[in-house]
């Protein structure tokens, strides 16, 4: 169902103050790039803090990568509709927030999309639709109302053989928070954990000004159509501009509707904004599911978040809680 991009670029200040130094490291995790940059006093510290923010996407990872299958995500998806499995709280409990969105969004989000069959195909190789029977069979074993939970037990057990969940677009939003909290708890006062458009930030840079985040104009990826300040936020992008298909004169998004298995179509890019990235990745591609009037009925429930919206005829949305000035309302394609 959902492949992010990066979607957003850091713009960071050149003017550095001497106390201060700032350290980017690049490197890939969970199938995806990770860019950590951090300020710091102390080169050293600064690397070794680094190093155990590295450690703590390491350690998600392990746990709940469906493509390991030594993970205990794995574990739970060869064991669809034989056994509950046992998994440690932190599995479960993001596998339980993982539910409530799929809940609150009824379906619009859903972790069981893992065992969706990959028919569409956004390689340039696609020269035709699949025919209505194909899209129908793809999402059989997709389901969320099939995922049963046990919270004494702290078991997972999948109804359904052929089921899987997985955790390639909220898992990364998660470890982000993860290695945030990680270096606030080490004394880190700023920084950015980039999860390849996932962002958590916090602090502000070396001359005390606020992070700079980019919202790139899906129509011309080399512009931006916005740059917020952030502090201590999250911010996440889902969009459509890089991987699609069009048939007829319409485009299909890489983004799919896990209920119907047809691509989302409408909107091109949603970027979230709120305290946590792994919410606001759930609501972001929620959001380019539901679409326009569905979507910002969504995010307004929720005072801490807010969205960007942009369809594909170029129009600019901004949800009620969205506090960032905008001077277009329009972009051009």
């Not at 995500?73 to 060869?78: F, G, L, T």
């Not at 046992?86 to 799929?102: C, G, N, P, Q």
């Not at 996440?236 to 509707?257: A, C, D, L, P, W």
Request: hydrophobic content about 40%.
């Amino acid at each position: 169902m959902i492949k992010k991009s990066l979607l957003a670029l850091i713009l960071l200040s050149s003017i550095f103050c001497s106390a201060q130094k700032l350290r980017k490291r690049t490197t890939m995790l969970m199938g995806s790039r990770f860019d950590i940059t951090i300020v710091s006093t102390d080169s050293l510290t600064a690397e070794n803090r680094i190093n155990e923010a590295i450690e703590e996407i390491t350690r998600i990872e392990n746990l709940i990568s469906d493509w390991k299958s030594d993970s205990q995500v794995s574990e739970v998806n060869q064991n669809a509709g034989i056994r509950a499995v046992k998994v440690d709280k932190e599995v479960f409990d993001l596998t339980k927030r993982a539910l409530y969105i799929s809940q609150l969004t009824n379906g619009a989000f859903d972790i069981s999309y893992a065992a969706m069959d990959k028919i569409w195909r956004f390689d340039d190789t696609m020269t035709e639709m699949p025919s209505p029977e194909v899209i129908q069979k793809s999402v059989e074993k997709v389901g969320y109302q099939n995922i049963i939970l046990d919270s004494i037990q702290s078991t997972i057990f999948l109804k359904k053989q052929g089921m899987k969940i997985g955790f390639g677009s909220i898992g990364k939003g998660y470890a982000a928070d993860k290695a945030r909290e990680i270096m606030q708890s080490k004394g880190v006062l700023s920084g950015i954990i980039n999860a390849s458009g996932d962002m958590a930030t916090w602090g502000t840079q070396t001359d005390g000004t606020n992070w700079n985040i980019g919202i790139t104009n899906p129509f011309k990826t080399n512009d931006l159509v916005a740059i917020v300040p952030l502090k201590t936020e999250a911010v996440t992008t889902s969009g459509s501009y890089e991987k699609f298909v069009e048939f007829n004169g319409q485009r299909y998004s890489h983004i799919i509707n896990p209920k119907t298995g047809y691509p989302a179509t409408g909107l091109v890019s949603v970027t979230v904004f709120g305290p946590s990235a792994e919410m606001a990745n759930g609501f972001s591609t929620s959001i380019i599911v539901l679409g326009q009037d569905e979507g910002l009925k969504l995010i307004d429930q929720f005072s801490d978040y807010s969205c960007l919206i942009i369809t594909d005829k170029g129009k600019v949305i901004k949800s009620k809680k969205f506090r960032f000035k905008m001077k277009a309302s329009k972009i051009k394609k």
